[in-house]
């Protein structure tokens, strides 16, 4: 067990640095079991933060990339392609309220795919850089 500036970690070490396998609790904020290389975030891995976000996948750097799912408190769900820590590829969202996209992303927005309405409705949508959805003209 290591403890500074009210960080918990256990695991193994390579220079000084958090590196391998091992669990980190963050001052009380974030919560990580998985790979570390250098210090950071790396391999495969599950953190929560202590708004009850979850993510569950791969990171390189400290950040999402590659695969992995993310689920928010609020019941929407992401599962996908990352990278950088944005959504970036092919992916699904799940708003938990019978809605959801299915498509490409770039750089964290939904680029082109189609959005279930839940009600019979299904668009080909996208958003904007503000996060806004909208609907592209076939």
Same mark, same amino acid.
């Given at each position: 067990l290591h403890a500074v500036n009210g960080d918990h970690y256990?695991?193994?070490f390579l220079k000084g640095l958090y590196h391998g396998y091992g669990s980190l609790v963050r001052s009380g904020e974030v919560n990580y079991v998985g790979g570390f290389?250098?210090?950071? =975030?790396s391999g495969e891995g599950i953190l929560e933060e202590s708004g009850g976000r979850r993510y569950v996948g791969s990171f390189v750097a400290g950040e999402p990339h590659?695969?992995? /799912? /993310?689920?928010d408190p609020n019941g929407v769900v992401y599962s996908g392609a990352w990278r950088q820590g944005l959504r970036h590829g092919m992916g699904s969202i799940d708003f938990g309220d019978g809605t959801s996209y299915v498509g490409e992303f770039r750089d964290g927005l939904a680029y082109d795919g189609r959005y279930d309405w839940g009600d019979g409705r299904i668009t080909r949508s =996208? /958003? /904007?850089q503000d996060g806004q959805w909208r609907d592209r003209s076939e």
């Open positions: 256990v695991g193994s290389e250098a210090g950071l =975030y590659g695969s992995g /799912q /993310q689920a =996208y /958003q /904007q």
